[in-house]
């Protein structure tokens, strides 16, 4: 198998390696395996103006931040890669939805963490998507 590596020259003369299998496009919809629903993804709904975005602020980040006395993992959206969002959300086998910190939140809310958490996961970013770059 051949490799499609491309070597691209930047605005400053800089050379960059762009492998395409390393970029993926933004996703449109990811699938639910808790409510076996695919759920369509936008900007709005699931981007950093969205209530996803908002609930992971309040409820992820008041103890995900850098330096915190909990013990807990620093963690933003780019932490994991969609599908392992995915997982961490439908299987539940984190520490926080084990100990309690999910109990405040809801299935829907949960979801939207995941939507948002998923749309903008570690590979996301496509610079070529007006969607993705405001």
């Given at each position: ?45 699931s981007g950093w103006v969205s209530e996803g ?29 969609p599908r392992a969002w995915n997982r961490i ?36 970013y496509d610079p070529n998507d007006a969607e993705?770059?405001?």
């Open positions: 198998m051949r490799n499609r590596t491309k070597i691209i020259v930047g605005s400053l003369g800089f050379l960059l390696a762009v492998n395409p299998a390393l970029v993926h496009a933004v996703p449109k919809e990811r699938f639910d395996q808790g409510s076996q629903m695919c759920r369509k993804l936008t900007f709005f709904n975005a908002a609930l992971f602020k309040k409820n992820c980040k008041s103890c995900h931040y850098h330096g915190n006395d909990k013990g807990a993992r620093f963690l933003y959206s780019e932490s994991f890669t959300f439908y299987e539940k086998t984190v520490q926080c939805a084990n100990d309690g910190s999910w109990s405040g939140l809801d299935q829907e809310q949960l979801r939207k963490i995941n939507d948002y958490l998923y749309l903008n996961g570690f590979g996301t993705s770059c405001g």
